[in-house]
């Protein structure tokens, strides 16, 4: 059993405090948290032991896990390196991956630190939306792993068999190329959706009335946390730039079809479309993300 | 009790006609399907009680729902209404208004038709997407009321309070307008999204692996029928054209954002997006599209 330090005690930090003490993976678990509501609610809810300021938490601690918006992952990860014990391990669970990864490439300390993204999660935030089995029978990534040392990717590979993550390897770069289009641009596409109407609806009153489970299936993650969203799409703003444009030209073509009256054509779309339909029923116990 | 013809023995019609009968609003219920397998399986599943030729199931109904795609609607709905006996009633389902109401405006049998548009529905299609309870609920939306004889109107008003309709009243191009903004725009924004993701799926091998609940519920509606959804397109190009514009014109606003490294703006614009959580959660018991 090893002493687990959790850095942000939100969906992500706290759901996972919850499986690594019912799974024994974690003797105790310390938290990390500035935000004082966060940190009081992580206590009551018993997700952590105690919280402590960061230097004296990472001093105890076999394994660091770091849970907060990729901005702050940026900020944290050469300090937190720096007052690492020599035998502990730093895990992030960032949605990016390359910008965090070339951050440490050089550090002395490379070794102890695995970069994974446990690809889960729901639209709600804070300690409160902490989930248990969050992680369960979803797909983790992790990156460089040739980067890591054995003993890390050991420690590491037993926590995410914890929460029963399953762990798949790739190169950042990879990585957040697929994300941008498998996850990110379903976030633009629904926070957009939501804007559109909303801005409507000044206009138009009450249309909200009409909306059904369809719309409320396709707008759902534009209720998503601007303050770990903003981050992402920063650091992967290459990529997923590069998808919006594509989705663009697309909606484009669909937009001249639907003008020019070319019925034939949006069916030939939509029918192309309806494709994703195998792919999802194939992944019906799909990870969360 | 009522004799009640059903044209079109898919999802909408199969599932009207399940509890149509429950309700005893029906005493018996006839299908008219052009698709002979449809027509058999309507038969086998119980929700109908025969199939017949469309003239002589008219000539036996005392209510008759038409429950095919819209661009069939449009080229049933006078011949309908030219052989319906005269006490008898006749209702569409159709998702768009104005192109009906607009070709029957002046038949001299038009008191008898109600134009309705239950907002319900799932993304499946044909009778074994049929389900009980489909309509319980959910908002219904009868457009020119006034064209409407109060003996149609008493007809139809019974038959949606069996369906458990909750019934609004609008004009055919305020409903076409919202409907393009609130129900059209969402899944073209889910078709699109599919589209560009299968797209570089082609490039890029096994990005599905990496997909979450999140990607699997923006683009659900992706899975919805072209045959149903292009005519759809068709008649409400005009206000659908200018949803897309405007998605298009605040998708671009982001992108330039994302483009030009301003992480404050983008963030005020998901948060602006934000705004639509409190909207879902007040519709908990919203109506299914």
Same mark, same amino acid.
Request: overall charge negative.
């Given at each position: 059993?090893?002493?687990?330090?959790?850095?942000?005690?939100? =969906?992500?930090?706290?759901?996972?405090?919850?499986?690594?003490?019912? &799974?024994? %993976?974690?003797?105790?678990?310390?938290?990390?948290?500035?935000?004082?509501?966060?940190?009081?609610? $992580?206590?009551?809810?018993?997700?952590?032991?105690?919280?402590?300021?960061?230097?004296?938490? =990472?001093?105890?601690?076999?394994? @660091?896990?770091?849970?907060?918006?990729?901005?702050?992952?940026?900020?944290?990860?050469?300090? @937190?390196?720096?007052? =690492?014990?020599?035998?502990? #391990?730093?895990?992030?669970?960032?949605?990016?991956?390359?910008?965090?990864? &070339?951050?440490?490439?050089?550090?002395?300390?490379?070794?102890?630190?695995?970069?994974?993204?446990?690809?889960?999660?729901?639209?709600?935030?804070?300690?409160?939306?902490?989930?248990?089995?969050?992680?369960?029978?979803?797909?983790?990534?992790?990156?460089?792993?040739? $980067?890591?040392?054995?003993?890390?990717?050991?420690?590491?590979?037993?926590? %995410?068999?914890?929460?029963?993550?399953?762990?798949?390897?790739?190169?950042?770069? #990879?990585?957040?190329?697929?994300?941008?289009?498998?996850?990110?641009?379903?976030?633009?596409?629904?926070? @957009?959706?939501? !804007?559109?109407?909303?801005? @409507?609806?000044?206009?138009?009153?009450?249309?909200?009335? =009409?909306?059904?489970?369809?719309?409320?299936?396709?707008?759902?993650?534009?209720?998503?946390?601007?303050? !770990?969203?903003?981050?992402? %799409?920063?650091?992967?703003?290459? %990529?997923?730039?590069?998808? *919006?444009?594509?989705? *663009?030209?697309?909606?484009?073509?669909?937009?001249?079809?639907?003008?020019?009256?070319?019925?034939?054509?949006?069916?030939?779309? !939509?029918?192309?479309?309806?494709?994703?339909?195998?792919?999802?029923?194939?992944?019906?116990?799909?990870?969360?993300?």
């Amino acid at each position: 059993m090893k002493i687990v330090t959790i850095i942000g005690l939100g =969906l992500i930090g706290g759901s996972a405090a919850r499986d690594l003490r019912r &799974e024994g %993976f974690a003797s105790s678990i310390i938290g990390v948290e500035q935000n004082p509501y966060h940190a009081s609610t $992580a206590l009551e809810l018993g997700l952590v032991d105690e919280v402590l300021p960061l230097e004296e938490a =990472l001093g105890n601690s076999d394994v @660091v896990v770091v849970a907060i918006p990729v901005n702050a992952i940026a900020a944290l990860l050469t300090p @937190v390196l720096d007052l =690492l014990p020599a035998q502990a #391990t730093l895990i992030d669970f960032g949605s990016t991956k390359a910008i965090l990864c &070339e951050q440490v490439r050089n550090h002395p300390r490379r070794g102890q630190y695995v970069a994974a993204h446990p690809i889960a999660g729901t639209e709600n935030s804070g300690p409160t939306a902490a989930l248990e089995h969050l992680y369960l029978g979803k797909t983790n990534i992790v990156c460089e792993r040739e $980067a890591s040392s054995e003993a890390a990717l050991t420690t590491a590979m037993g926590l %995410f068999g914890a929460l029963g993550l399953q762990t798949v390897f790739m190169d950042a770069e #990879t990585h957040d190329k697929h994300l941008a289009y498998i996850s990110h641009l379903s976030h633009v596409s629904s926070f @957009v959706l939501s !804007m559109t109407v909303l801005d @409507v609806e000044k206009a138009e009153k009450d249309i909200f009335g =009409l909306a059904g489970s369809g719309f409320a299936s396709t707008v759902r993650l534009a209720k998503s946390s601007p303050a !770990m969203w903003a981050p992402i %799409f920063e650091q992967n703003s290459a %990529f997923l730039g590069q998808a *919006i444009e594509e989705y *663009i030209t697309i909606l484009k073509r669909f937009q001249q079809h639907l003008q020019n009256g070319e019925t034939g054509k949006l069916y030939e779309m !939509m029918e192309h479309a309806n494709r994703i339909r195998p792919v999802l029923e194939g992944k019906s116990k799909a990870p969360a993300s």
